[in-house]
């Protein structure tokens, strides 16, 4: 199983971007899948995930971005707008190895390669 991000990049605040993130190996549909995030200095945090049609946000994202899949594309999209200074870090996706879990509290998951988001201010 790979998971391969793309999309991120350097914007200003207030800005958006769309994180995207193909996965390969097995059929996606019916796990979850979402983002976690690793800014300088810090524990890597979970961002979002979507099980089905029933997404989750960590609260400090939340009414800024979201989070929908492509299941026919095994595919996960992160749009982020109004982003600011401190949504810079690397972003992660990942998918549970089991389809019971839920991604925010699996531990054991599969990772993509990470793309850094920088937003200045």
């Known amino acids: 199983v790979q998971l391969q991000a793309s999309g991120g990049g350097l914007v200003q605040a207030g800005e958006s971007l769309r994180l995207s993130c193909t996965g390969s190996?097995?059929?996606?549909?019916?796990?979850?899948m979402g983002w976690f995030r690793q800014a300088p200095g810090k524990e890597r945090e979970f961002v979002a995930s979507?099980?089905?049609?029933?997404?989750y946000y960590t609260d400090s994202v939340k009414g800024r971005f979201t989070i929908s899949r492509d299941s026919a594309k095994n595919t996960v999209y992160l749009q982020m707008s109004k982003l600011k200074p401190e949504d810079t870090a690397v972003y992660y996706c990942?998918?549970?190895?089991?389809?019971?879990?839920?991604?925010?509290?699996?531990?054991?998951?599969?990772w993509g390669q990470g793309t850094l988001v920088t937003v200045s201010s």
């Open positions: 990942a998918s549970p190895t089991t389809t019971w879990q839920r991604l925010q509290d699996s531990k054991n998951n599969f």
């Open positions: 190996g097995r059929t996606f549909s019916p796990y979850d």
């Open positions: 979507i099980a089905w049609s029933t997404s």
